[in-house]
Each structure stands twice: as C-alpha cells, then as structure tokens.
C-alpha cells in the first residue's frame, strides 16, 4: 500500500489545517490508519489512530480535543483536522498505515508510511 500525505503549511496559532492522507494500492478497508509526528531532535510520536473496525478512534493526550482523525471510504483518504494549533504542534506529520485492528502507538507496530508533510506553527 502507498501512503501520499499533504496538507501542511504555515498557521498562526490558534488556527486550523487539515492534513489529508492518500491510500492507494491495497484494500482501504482492511487497513487501519494513523497519524504520527516528528520535530527536529524528538523521537516520532503518536498522533492519532482510526481503526478499521467500526472506525474506532484513539488520540494522543495532546491531540485529544483538539484534533480529528476521520476516513473518507470513497476517496481512501485518512483526514487529520487540527484546530487551535500550538507552536508545539510544530512538527513534520507522517501518515501510516496496518492490517492490523488496533496497532499500538509504538510506530514499530506500523509497515506502511507516507512521506512526511510539514507543519509550522507561529506564536
């Protein structure tokens, strides 16, 4: 399966993006789908998670509230909206993706990656 993110650009904080993952090559269906986040000099975090069962959800602490991770069954596409954006969002966000139901937030659970797309957040 390919993974193409987009999305990511410039904000003030306060403001919103929308982060859009493409799927391709694979059954979208049988995939459950995440969104993870790296800056410079961290290790990759966990974002956000939908499962393929029932399109449950799960978020990081730091997402929960403010960020939504949907799936759109006709497109195969993976959205991550974000809203009132923090400079500590700032980060370059990847996409990925597993057959597995519930894949843990270790990104080691995870096989198929999308290249990262850039978020920058101003204060």
């Known amino acids: 399966v390919q993974l193409q993110a987009s999305g990511g650009g410039l904000v003030q904080a306060g403001g919103s993006l929308r982060l859009s993952c493409a799927v391709s090559g694979g059954h979208f269906s049988t995939f459950s789908s995440a969104w993870f986040r790296q800056s410079p000099g961290k290790e990759r975090e966990f974002v956000a998670r939908?499962?393929?069962?029932?399109?449950?959800?799960y978020y990081a602490d730091s997402a929960n509230g403010r960020f939504t991770i949907s799936r759109d069954y006709a497109k195969k596409i993976v959205y991550l909206q974000m809203n009132n954006l923090k400079p500590e969002d700032t980060a370059v966000y990847y996409c990925?993706?597993?057959?597995?139901?519930?894949?843990?937030?270790?990104?080691?659970?995870?096989?198929?990656w999308g290249q990262g797309t850039l978020v920058t957040v101003s204060s």
């Open positions: 990925a993706a597993d057959r597995a139901a519930f894949p843990t937030t270790d990104p080691a659970a995870w096989n198929n």
């Open positions: 939908i499962s393929k069962v029932q399109g449950r959800t």
